[in-house]
């Protein structure tokens, strides 16, 4: 099963693929340390044509067909896993807003995002409620001719330096997933405090924090999606994420496999190459058979997004697939390159932190097989 891309298409994979060397490479090493991912980065990306890569072409995007732009998110996961995820959140608030907001929205911010001046981020994942959606506690309340909202998020990429964001919050406590909507929320908004970063193992340049709303009060417009409707908008954005994820994982795995080949073919032990092994060969022949199969899972699940078919089980294998072999066949090349692996000057080990973090992402693995078996037996009227 193979995806075939126009001339135009493979040109702007590669051009991707050229940005992440020369710009992104020779950086994310120093942004982990730093624990900060500074914002020119995504100005830089922007610049280079990688940035609202979703956004139709009417609101002055290029429009990229999915399958494109996970290649692309590939392209940039292959260098940093912390420009790549606040990337995607960043695609798909300037969709969300061009999609659901007022014309009045599209000039303010999607000008400006498409520049890479103003980073959008959304807010769904709470300190009680991470997969379990429907119990989110934020609320919206009436306020006059607008909406007051109050409560925690948790888990937010690159809070403090995000210039707005889109907020899940319950219009209507005790509802459930009724009374869920989704609000634009400016961050010169009144009532924001963003909590310090998290102290992680690694990812840090990712700048994960909390953000809590004390009464902030929006205007009537800002509600992009109506209660009701907005958990639906959310579990829809989730099965796009976690196909994004999958491709991420893609590029972690290929940077890794590239960069253990290239080491075991010049390292010299017992008269010549390390590669000359049998053992080795194979630790990375898997390896690579391993990549192909989460490639062909992840471009399932983004044809059948482009298709508009239902995609949960298809992303839900896809990210259980592609985190689990991009943990092991990472370690698996930080082995064969002894322990050289773990040093700062290789992408290898920084990548493996990565993959261990991408499977909490979006749903842990457990999450994934929660989607896929609902599914499996949903014919026979077995819920889970």
């Known amino acids: 099963m193979r995806y075939e891309f126009t001339a135009d298409e493979k040109a702007l994979i590669k051009a991707a693929r050229k940005f992440t060397k020369q710009e992104v490479l020779p950086e994310a090493a120093a942004w982990e340390r730093k624990g900060k991912l500074p914002k020119n980065a995504l100005r830089a990306v922007s610049k280079a044509g990688f940035g609202l890569v979703l956004l139709p072409q009417e609101h002055g995007g290029p429009g990229l067909r999915y399958l494109v732009a996970a290649r692309i998110e590939e392209e940039i996961a292959a260098g940093s896993l912390s420009l790549a995820l606040p990337l995607f959140a960043h695609n798909y608030v300037g969709w969300s807003i061009a999609e659901h907001g007022t014309p009045a929205h599209r000039k303010a911010y999607l000008p400006k995002m498409l520049k890479g001046e103003s980073l959008g981020i959304f807010c769904l994942t709470e300190p009680q409620s991470g997969s379990d959606a429907a119990a989110i506690t934020t609320t919206a309340e009436r306020k006059g001719k607008g909406w007051r909202i109050s409560g925690e998020k948790s888990w937010i990429t690159m809070a403090g330096q995000a210039d707005f964001y889109i907020v899940y919050a319950q219009t209507k406590p005790g509802s459930g997933a009724k009374g869920i909507a989704l609000f634009l929320v400016d961050g010169k908004t009144k009532g924001i405090d963003v909590v310090p970063s998290y102290d992680m193992l690694g990812g840090n340049a990712l700048g994960m924090a909390g953000v809590r ?9 800002c509600m992009l999606i109506p209660p009701g409707k907005g958990l639906q908008a959310a579990f829809a954005a989730i099965d796009v994420a976690r196909a994004s994820v999958a491709s991420m994982c893609c590029g972690l795995l290929r940077a890794g496999l590239e960069e253990a080949t290239a080491y075991v073919a010049k390292r010299q032990a017992f008269g010549g190459p390390v590669a000359r092994f049998q053992g080795v060969q194979w630790m990375l022949a898997d390896v690579a058979t391993n990549l192909e199969a989460a490639r062909l899972l992840a471009d399932k699940a983004w044809t059948d997004l482009e298709k508009g078919e239902r995609a949960s089980a298809a992303a839900a294998h896809a990210k259980k697939f592609a985190t689990r072999v991009a943990l092991s066949g990472l370690a698996d090349c930080m082995q064969v390159m002894g322990a050289n692996g773990m040093k700062d000057d290789y992408v290898v080990g920084r990548h493996l932190v990565a993959a261990k973090m991408a499977q909490y992402l979006d749903g842990a693995t457990e999450i994934q097989n929660v989607v896929i ?9 077995i819920k889970g």
């Open 213 to 221: 709303f004390k009464n902030c009060t929006v205007p009537e417009d």
């Open 373 to 381: 078996s609902r599914d499996l037996f949903g014919p026979y009227g």
